[in-house]
């Protein structure tokens, strides 16, 4: 779906896919602020069609993702949403620094409300394998909270990633959890992560 040639001619987009019967009255509510919206985005925009296909979770090229006149780089990526307030995500804090294949990892975070209307944002968190038997995605989402936040309003946020969602299908096709470190990244779209931390799973 490409919006680069209208998408600066608007005051901004909002991505309705099937509402249902009650979609008028949801879309006019977020329309003139009555709600505010929250949603994030299930898919990537490209900037062009010759980036397609083009996904969050892609494997490592080993050359780059940019063409000779464009980036590689999505115009919106997957998780994106805006709202009318903003958050500020801080204060990264996992329950452990070691795991294994039985334990949870528990990562909690500081989220603010920073603008001025109550509103929701939905906190993200990744996992980057850093050194596999076999090609893995870049980034992974593992977990998500939503939290409601009044103007000012500060919560801390937890979500649980048991380390048995970190198995993949090894060069034997077995599913396996691979011994190793792995990068926590937290933030709310696939390319705005500005919390990282390592974990070692044993």
């Known amino acids: 779906m490409k919006t680069t040639d209208w998408k600066d001619k608007v005051g901004a987009i909002l991505d309705v896919w099937y509402p249902g019967e009650e979609g008028g009255n949801a879309v006019a509510k977020v329309l003139f602020g009555a709600e505010n919206p929250s949603g994030k985005l299930p898919v990537t925009f490209p900037i062009e069609e010759g980036q397609l296909p083009l996904a969050y979770n892609h494997h490592p090229t080993g050359r780059g ?79 998500f909270q939503k939290v409601y936040l009044k103007p000012g309003e500060s919560k801390q946020v937890s979500i649980e990633v048991p380390v048995k969602e970190l198995q993949f299908l090894d060069e034997k096709m077995n599913w396996i959890v691979e011994k190793g470190t792995y990068r926590i990244f937290v933030g709310n779209s696939s390319k705005n992560l500005p919390l990282k931390q390592n974990v070692e799973v044993e």
């Open 65 to 143: 993702n940019d063409y000779y006149d464009l980036s590689g780089e999505p115009l919106y990526p997957f998780g994106f949403g805006l709202s009318y307030t903003t958050f500020e995500i801080s204060d990264l804090y996992l329950n452990k620094a070691k795991f294994t294949a039985k334990d949870t990892i528990i990562a909690k975070v500081t989220i603010k409300n920073t603008g001025l209307k109550a509103g929701s944002e939905v906190v993200q968190l990744y996992v980057k394998d850093l050194l596999a038997s076999v090609s893995r995605p870049v980034i992974e989402l593992k977990g």
